[in-house]
């Protein structure tokens, strides 16, 4: 991939990132959020993560063309076709930064929060609102980053999840993640 063509698509994913962001804290204040404007009902925050001089030479990549995959489930579970395992190599931890997207929908005032895990465990953020309230007959392109500082050696399962907020359905179509590691 071209060094122009790969900066795009990153400037392109931040574009969508942030307007997702804006898009979910409007909703959320409007509908009896807690402070800050995320939902309550959320998983507890984790403190914050900085990751210097992360190293990724390796990346996995997995997608589902499928459209309508769904959930009423408020706890997570896997999207569809969406759980690859990674072997990370070196005989010491290293990071894990996964990018995902799909398009999202969450009719009526429905909420939707997608995450990704490693072996079942929450990276950070612990998780993103993907869509709400959304009030058009169409889908919209959504997508998020998450961040793994400590990941031993080894197999691991990466999984992309997804939850509805209170049990309405929500949907992803067309998800895909992308996992660098070393």
Known sequence: MSKNRRR?????????VAAAGIATAVYAA?????????AAGSPSAQASIAITNCKTPKADFISNDTTGLSTTSTSY???PG????????????????VDVSAFAFAP???????????????????????????????AEAHASLFAFPNVSPGS????????????KTVFVHRPAMQIDHK
Not at 92 to 97: F, G, R, V
Not at 113 to 137: H, R, Y
């Open 77 to 79: 579970v896997a999207v």
């Open 108 to 138: 009526g005032v429905a909420l939707e929060f997608v995450s990704v895990t490693v072996d079942g465990g929450l990276g950070s953020p612990t998780e993103t609102q993907f869509a709400g309230d959304t009030k058009g007959a169409f």
């Open 156 to 167: 691991h399962t990466v999984a992309m999840v997804f939850r509805s907020f209170d049990g």
């Open 82 to 97: 969406m759980t690859k395992t990674v072997t990370i190599a070196g005989t010491a931890p290293s990071c894990l930064i």
């Open 8 to 16: 795009f698509l990153i400037a392109t994913l931040a574009g969508v």
């Open 30 to 38: 409007g509908r009896g959020a807690s402070e800050g404007g995320v």
